[in-house]
């Protein structure tokens, strides 16, 4: 736990010298010293040869020591010259950028990672916890303020216009001023926000706060995937599936607090309607916004985060980054042989006349180019890569638009033939159902003839098709089941969605086709609502063209001509 003179002193160049095991100058040597304490003869190939992980080992009580490590500076060397060669990038960044890659590597997945895969989880839990928190108000709002409720769809549009910015400034903030503050920063304006919406006096003022909160929580999915994938050892991108059930936490949260408040202290539906008779909406949305903040506590009281070592190397601040590996290794018990010098003799060391660090002008001329044709224009190097991209984000885009169109007025569609109790009841059922989608799918992607391709193409199939069902009948019941597998492999297809789509793009160009495909995400989530609200009266006609969209994704996801099971990512 952190203590309080932490949170107001730099975390970052608190070194940790006992978790350092030097690097060794001749292979050979490294070699023979790990055969005498094996007993082993170097040269029969019966001694252990991959030990990169420097965790330490105890036996019997003995005290843990260092685990003798074969890397050496010219192995690394090697490395990082083969992989300055396949991308193409040659600076000092980008050489100490993979040095950093491979100390991450080395130091393997720990307490660290998960304790972040948890607060991580943080930011997909407050992201649907408000996307479906506002659905789950509509009706009583629509009553309340004497809105239709079609018009009342407009709430779900001003929350979207707030992820659109608040994706788009938190994702140069990050760049600009750090992850840290972002991580932070995103889920204190969402929390204090969700707080003030739940006291809003004028139909107005509750979209205004929507939208305000949503540029706070649009920013969690963004910063936070790019906090947990910096800090996460290559090979272990199959945990990022893993993260979308957090999502599905959010819609349980969201449905069985809605289910609690708003059957009970909501109007009568077939009376007037007062701010005194309908305090329902807003026990949800003062909850909602108390469970974001406390998520904001956890991270800056309970957690030391340390800064992303790559963005402290591109600000000239190298010993901070040196101190933030040596952290985590530490936080994980284990080792590293990062250092300064390491940095310095492999990646190259900073002229003097060279400025020690990028100006902020600089760094966020940097993100901006991340969407420039110089960026843009390598997704399409190869016939193979272009229409990996174009397809990946046609399916962001529709999945963006169907997604909405369905699950942001679920409970409208629940409610058309339902009491109030069992709308919200039947909601939360649907909600529970979603949780194990994406522990599923995490299962899935690794098997052999099915993996990300087969698993993501089913579960969107069977997600359009349920769509279709649940329209068929006005039964109550049938659309509960209907409703409760589509949630279940809706989760199943959005936890295979974001662990495929950065692993499919080439590392340097990674950034900007994952950001493009969840902007196009968010565009068509802005425009579900309005074409909701003015597309046609049929109140199905919604459902209908999202199970259409869902059922182009899944021809999509057959045509996809990369398979990422198996491969190493680059």
Same mark, same amino acid.
């Given at each position: 736990?952190?203590?309080?003179?932490?949170?107001?002193?730099?975390?970052?160049?608190?070194?940790?010298?006992?978790?350092?095991?030097? #690097?060794?100058?001749?292979?050979?040597?490294?070699?023979?010293?790990?055969?005498?304490?094996?007993?082993?003869?170097?040269?029969?190939?019966?001694? =252990?040869?991959?030990?990169?992980?420097?965790? =330490?080992?105890?036996?019997?009580?003995?005290?843990?020591?260092?685990?003798?490590? /074969?890397?050496?500076?010219?192995?690394?060397?090697?490395?990082?010259?083969?992989?300055?060669?396949?991308?193409?990038?040659?600076?000092?960044?980008?050489?100490?950028?993979?040095?950093?890659?491979?100390?991450?590597?080395?130091?393997?997945?720990?307490?660290?990672?998960?304790?972040?895969?948890?607060?991580? $989880?943080?930011?997909?839990?407050?992201?649907?916890?408000?996307?479906?928190?506002?659905?789950?108000? !509509?009706?009583?709002?629509?009553?309340?303020?004497?809105?239709?409720?079609?018009?009342?769809?407009?709430?779900? +549009?001003? @929350?979207?216009?707030?992820?659109?910015?608040?994706?788009?400034?938190?994702?140069?903030?990050?760049?600009?001023?750090?992850?840290?503050?972002?991580?932070?920063?995103?889920?204190?304006?969402?929390?204090?926000?969700? #707080?003030?919406?739940?006291?809003?006096?004028?139909?107005? $003022?509750? +979209?205004?706060?929507?939208?305000?909160?949503?540029?706070?929580?649009?920013?969690?999915?963004?910063?936070?995937?790019?906090?947990?994938?910096?800090?996460?050892?290559?090979?272990? &991108?199959?945990? @990022?599936?893993?993260? *979308?059930?957090?999502?599905?936490?959010?819609? #349980?949260?969201?449905?069985?607090? *809605?289910?609690?408040?708003?059957?009970?202290?909501?109007?009568?539906?077939?009376?007037?309607?007062?701010?005194?008779?309908?305090?329902?909406?807003?026990? !949800?949305?003062?909850?909602?916004?108390?469970?974001?903040?406390?998520?904001?506590?956890?991270?800056?009281?309970?957690?030391?985060?340390?800064?992303?070592?790559?963005?402290?190397?591109?600000?000239?601040?190298?010993?901070?980054?040196? *101190?933030?590996?040596?952290?985590?290794?530490?936080?994980?018990?284990?080792?590293?042989?990062?250092?300064?010098?390491?940095?310095?003799?492999? $990646?190259?060391?900073?002229?003097?006349?060279?400025?020690?660090?990028?100006?902020?002008?600089?760094?966020?001329?940097?993100?901006?180019?991340?969407?420039?044709?110089?960026?843009?224009?390598?997704?399409?190097? /190869?016939?193979?890569?272009?229409?990996?991209?174009?397809?990946?984000?046609?399916?962001?885009?529709?999945?963006?638009?169907?997604? /909405?169109?369905?699950?942001?007025?679920?409970?409208?569609?629940?409610?058309?033939?339902?009491?109030?109790?069992?709308?919200?009841?039947?909601?939360?059922?649907?909600?529970? +159902?979603?949780?194990? &989608?994406?522990?599923?799918?995490?299962?899935?992607?690794?098997?052999?003839?099915?993996?990300?391709?087969? /698993?993501?193409?089913?579960?969107?199939?069977?997600?359009?098709?349920?769509?279709?069902?649940?329209?068929?009948?006005?039964?109550?019941?049938?659309?509960?089941?209907? =409703?409760?597998?589509?949630?279940?492999?809706?989760?199943?297809?959005?936890?295979?969605?974001?662990?495929?789509?950065?692993?499919?793009?080439?590392?340097?160009?990674?950034?900007?086709?994952?950001?493009? *495909?969840? +902007? !196009?995400?968010?565009?068509?989530?802005?425009?579900?609502?309005?074409?909701?609200?003015?597309?046609?009266?049929?109140?199905?006609?919604?459902?209908?063209?999202?199970?259409? #969209?869902? @059922?182009?994704?899944?021809?999509?996801?057959?045509? !996809?001509?990369?398979?990422?099971?198996?491969?190493?990512?680059?």
């Amino acid at each position: 736990m952190s203590n309080w003179k932490d949170l107001f002193t730099n975390r970052d160049r608190r070194f940790f010298p006992e978790v350092v095991v030097p #690097l060794a100058r001749d292979p050979l040597s490294v070699t023979m010293e790990t055969s005498e304490k094996s007993g082993k003869d170097p040269l029969d190939g019966s001694g =252990s040869n991959s030990s990169l992980n420097h965790g =330490s080992i105890q036996e019997k009580g003995v005290a843990s020591v260092p685990a003798i490590t /074969t890397l050496t500076y010219e192995t690394l060397r090697a490395e990082v010259e083969s992989g300055i060669v396949a991308s193409g990038h040659d600076t000092i960044y980008d050489r100490k950028a993979k040095i950093i890659n491979r100390a991450i590597l080395d130091i393997g997945m720990g307490r660290y990672q998960w304790s972040l895969f948890i607060l991580c $989880g943080f930011g997909w839990v407050a992201d649907n916890l408000w996307l479906q928190g506002v659905a789950l108000t !509509l009706t009583p709002l629509s009553q309340e303020f004497g809105i239709s409720t079609t018009d009342s769809r407009f709430a779900t +549009c001003a @929350l979207f216009v707030g992820l659109i910015v608040g994706a788009s400034f938190w994702g140069i903030a990050s760049d600009a001023i750090g992850r840290r503050p972002a991580f932070n920063c995103t889920l204190f304006l969402c929390g204090a926000f969700g #707080l003030a919406a739940g006291g809003g006096s004028s139909w107005v $003022g509750v +979209c205004a706060l929507y939208a305000c909160l949503g540029v706070g929580v649009g920013g969690s999915l963004p910063v936070d995937a790019a906090v947990f994938c910096e800090c996460l050892p290559p090979g272990s &991108g199959s945990i @990022l599936s893993g993260l *979308a059930t957090w999502w599905s936490v959010g819609t #349980l949260i969201a449905s069985m607090l *809605a289910w609690a408040f708003i059957p009970n202290f909501s109007c009568d539906p077939n009376g007037p309607c007062t701010k005194a008779d309908n305090w329902g909406w807003r026990y !949800l949305v003062l909850s909602l916004g108390a469970i974001t903040f406390a998520m904001f506590l956890c991270r800056f009281l309970l957690f030391t985060f340390y800064e992303s070592p790559k963005f402290l190397v591109s600000r000239g601040r190298q010993d901070e980054a040196v *101190a933030a590996v040596q952290g985590i290794a530490h936080k994980n018990r284990t080792t590293t042989w990062l250092t300064e010098e390491v940095l310095n003799e492999i $990646g190259g060391y900073p002229e003097e006349d060279q400025p020690k660090s990028m100006s902020t002008i600089d760094i966020i001329k940097r993100s901006l180019e991340r969407f420039s044709y110089q960026q843009v224009a390598p997704l399409f190097a /190869t016939k193979r890569l272009g229409i990996s991209t174009l397809l990946i984000w046609f399916c962001w885009t529709c999945i963006g638009m169907g997604y /909405t169109l369905f699950n942001a007025f679920l409970p409208q569609y629940l409610g058309a033939d339902s009491s109030t109790y069992v709308t919200y009841r039947n909601y939360a059922i649907t909600a529970v +159902c979603g949780i194990p &989608g994406p522990l599923l799918s995490w299962v899935l992607v690794d098997i052999p003839y099915v993996g990300r391709k087969g /698993t993501m193409a089913a579960s969107t199939c069977i997600t359009g098709v349920l769509l279709y069902c649940f329209t068929a009948t006005k039964d109550p019941n049938v659309q509960l089941v209907c =409703s409760s597998l589509e949630s279940f492999f809706q989760m199943m297809m959005y936890g295979v969605l974001y662990a495929y789509t950065p692993e499919v793009f080439p590392a340097p160009n990674r950034g900007t086709a994952s950001g493009i *495909a969840s +902007c !196009l995400n968010r565009i068509a989530g802005l425009m579900a609502p309005i074409i909701g609200i003015y597309a046609s009266s049929n109140p199905v006609a919604p459902i209908y063209a999202a199970g259409a #969209l869902l @059922l182009a994704s899944f021809l999509a996801m057959i045509f !996809l001509p990369i398979e990422t099971r198996g491969k190493q990512i680059v």
